[in-house]
């Protein structure tokens, strides 16, 4: 790996814990690829007692003996101990070792009662020294139900949960530092924040070079990743990749992705519900409405390279294969500015409060009936609202007067009573002149090119 990128919360969080006096059992977690085991690993670079062990599939008696092989390279302590993993374990407490035991889940696999025996050691004598032991898992419903649950023998034994999240855009454009903001915007629109698939770029070749070689060539290592991923966590993948192709052409509602898909609304939330847990799948709501009440939910991929994957590759192999080196120029060129407008907007979100000097509470979409907009930022001054367009032509003053009148149909109920609503744009092009003189001479109107949102 050329350069770690970011993770210093979490890498000080780690630290902290293997640093202090008293005992400490942390849980990270995450969806596939996001870097769990590398941030383990980097963390313990500088650690002289830690003991880093990845499990494999295996039998039980397997990944014990690996275990105990690993640690006593470390610990020859070890080699006089009963050969279980409570005397093990308590061995190490008294060394007060860090132990990592990445892939956890493939320990459970085998031994269902490891957490009720690890929980039983901890409170019999770990828990009493200094020793850190970290428990990480891909496999979202095996942490969350084993691990992390109320009902799970070592919950409640917890001291710090590190639930992995991808990495931003400014951490995600160190991996093609060279591109300009139009080019980086749409790269992470490609590729998100998930480093395993950002170290594929090679920052020296054009964007459209990396998707080629990388994405749409039948031997790169993302042209069948998706694919690959859901097969691994489900068992009858056919409809949730049927669920993924709606989303991915843009169907919202649950009625829009049950027409697509071709399945009964009633039986698409437990897929929605499935994909949710495996955080491939987000739900999102009007950015005014209650979190618990609202029933107007919309549904859309949360990784970029999935939607992308699920809009350009899945179902269309065979073009691909003949289109060969110039499928990118042919099929995804033409398509990009659409494919990218809905993740540019989602950053013109995220951007918003480092824009704009008021104090945020929520900044996202909002919609009601056909009434929609796509930045909306509640602040305690009032609201702020924006439209983002990546077209091709500047954008004009009938623009601003569309976002004045559609940002008059919103209903926020906290909103202060003289409050003032600020109007905000964001241009992949630019602004007509007219648009420009009208922004100079009114305060309550910002213009924002995309220089300004990838930072
Ligand atoms: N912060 C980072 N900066 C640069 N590269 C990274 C970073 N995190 C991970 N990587 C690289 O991304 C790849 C995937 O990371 P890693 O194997 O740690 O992910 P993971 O979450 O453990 O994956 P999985 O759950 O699929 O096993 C590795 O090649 C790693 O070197």
Redesign the pocket.
């Known amino acids: ?1 050329e ?5 210093d919360v979490e890498r000080d969080q780690l630290t902290d814990c293997y640093e202090s006096e008293t005992a400490d059992f942390v849980v990270i977690y ?1 969806r ?8 383990v ?1 980097q963390s313990i670079a500088d650690q002289e007692d830690a003991v880093y062990y990845q499990a494999v599939e295996s039998t039980a008696q397997n990944q014990l003996e690996q275990f105990v092989e690993t640690a006593t390279a470390q610990f020859p302590s070890l080699q006089n101990v009963r050969r279980d993993w409570e005397a093990i374990l308590e061995t190490l407490g008294e060394e007060n070792a860090i132990v990592v035991i ?2 956890f889940p493939f320990l459970i696999e085998e031994d269902d009662s490891l957490p009720s025996r690890i929980q039983r050691v901890w409170d019999t004598k770990l828990q009493e020294t200094g020793m850190t032991l970290v428990l ?1 898992g ?1 496999s979202i419903s095996v942490m969350e139900n084993k691990v992390l649950s109320g009902s799970a023998p070592l919950y409640g034994r917890r001291t710090a949960t590190i639930d ?1 999240k991808p ?1 931003d855009v400014a951490d995600a454009r160190k991996f093609f530092p060279g591109y300009d903001p139009e080019t980086a915007i749409t790269t992470w629109a490609i590729y998100g924040g998930t ?2 698939y ?2 594929t770029i090679d920052p020296d070749e054009t964007l459209g070079t990396n998707v080629q070689q990388g994405v749409l060539s039948e031997q790169s290592l993302l042209y069948s990743e998706p694919e690959f991923l859901l097969r691994t966590e489900l068992r009858q993948p056919n409809t949730y990749f049927s669920i993924l192709r709606a989303l991915a052409h843009g169907r919202r509602t649950p009625n829009e992705i049950a027409g697509m898909a071709g399945i009964e609304s009633g039986s698409l939330s437990t897929y929605l519900q499935k994909l949710r847990r495996l955080r491939l799948v987000e739900r999102h709501i009007p950015v005014t409405a209650s979190p618990t009440a609202s029933k107007r939910g919309r549904y859309r991929i949360a990784a970029p390279l999935f939607r992308f994957w699920f809009r350009f590759v899945y179902g269309n192999q065979d073009q691909l294969r003949i289109l060969g080196d110039t499928a990118y120029d042919e099929l995804i060129a033409p398509e990009l500015a659409d494919y990218v407008s809905p993740l540019f907007e989602r950053l013109c979100q995220r951007a918003l409060p480092h824009l704009i000097d008021r104090r945020f509470s929520d900044v996202g979409q909002w919609w009601f009936k056909e009434h929609e907009l796509d930045v909306l930022g509640l602040t305690e001054s009032g609201l702020v609202a924006g439209e983002c367009k990546f077209a091709s032509q500047p954008v004009s003053e009938g623009v601003l007067a569309d976002l004045d009148r559609t940002a008059s149909e919103v209903r926020w109920s906290e909103e202060p009573a003289d409050g003032e609503t600020l109007y905000v744009l964001f241009s992949r092009s630019g602004y007509t002149d007219d648009l420009k003189n009208t922004a100079d001479a009114r305060d309550d109107v910002r213009l924002f090119e995309l220089s300004d949102i990838i930072y």
Request: hydrophobic fraction near 35%; charged fraction near 35%; charge should be positive.
């Open positions: 790996m350069q770690f990128v970011d993770r995450g596939r690829r996001l870097g769990k085991s590398e941030l690993r990445d892939e990480v891909s992995l990495l480093p395993y950002l170290q």
